[in-house]
Structure formats: structure tokens, C-alpha cells
Nanobody, 122 residues
């Protein structure tokens, strides 16, 4: 599974960004998808995950209520809508895939995409 993330950039605090992750696999619908981020000098941390059908989502406490994960299996794409961004959200965001959603939550997915940098200025 190859994952291509995009949509990062520079935004002011309080602003919004939408990240996209396009997958190149025939059976996209068989994978749980998610986002993991890594801030400068810190370990990678879970952000959000969505089940294969899209009916189950999980969020890190730090982003709950501000970020929304969604997917379209026909388009083989997952999105992360990020609102009310804070400087602490500055990180490289990675798209991740696994047949088991919990593996994304514990940051051990089966597949990683390349990162996209999100910078939030104060």
C-alpha cells in the first residue's frame, strides 16, 4: 500500500487546513486509516483514525472537537479537517494504514505515507 499525503502548509493560529491522503491499493476499503504526527524533538503521536467502513473514529484528546477524519473508499482517499489550529499542532503529519484500527492508535501501523508539514504560527 502506497500512501501520498498532501495539504500541509503554514497557517495562523485559529486557522484551518485540510490534509488529504490518497492510497494506491485495490482493496483500500479493507484498511483502517489514520493520521499520526511528529512535532520537532518529539516522538510520533496518534492523531486520528477511522475504520474500514468509516463508521468508527478515534481521536487523540488534544485534537478532539477540532479535527475531523473522514474517508471515501471509492476515491481511495482519507482526509483530516483541522480547525482552530494551535501552535502546538505544528508537526509533520503522516498518513497511516492498517488492517487493525488499534494499530494506528498505538502508532504501529502496517503502512506509512510520507509526511506533510503543518506549521501553525502564533
Amino acid at each position: 500500500v502506497q500512501l501520498q499525503a498532501s495539504g500541509g502548509g503554514l497557517v495562523q493560529a485559529g486557522g484551518s487546513l485540510r490534509l488529504s491522503c490518497a492510497a494506491s491499493t485495490r482493496d483500500f476499503g479493507s484498511y483502517a486509516m489514520g493520521w499520526v504526527r511528529q512535532a520537532p524533538g518529539k516522538n510520533r503521536e496518534f492523531v486520528a483514525a477511522i475504520s474500514q467502513s468509516g463508521d468508527t473514529t478515534h481521536y487523540a484528546a488534544s485534537v478532539k472537537g477540532r479535527f475531523t477524519i473522514s474517508r471515501d473508499n471509492a476515491k481511495k482517499t482519507v482526509w483530516l479537517q483541522m480547525n482552530n489550529l494551535k501552535p502546538d499542532d505544528t508537526a509533520v503529519f503522516y498518513c497511516a494504514a492498517s488492517q487493525w484500527l488499534h494499530k494506528i492508535v498505538v502508532v504501529t501501523p502496517d503502512f506509512w505515507g510520507q509526511g506533510t508539514l503543518v506549521t501553525v504560527s502564533s
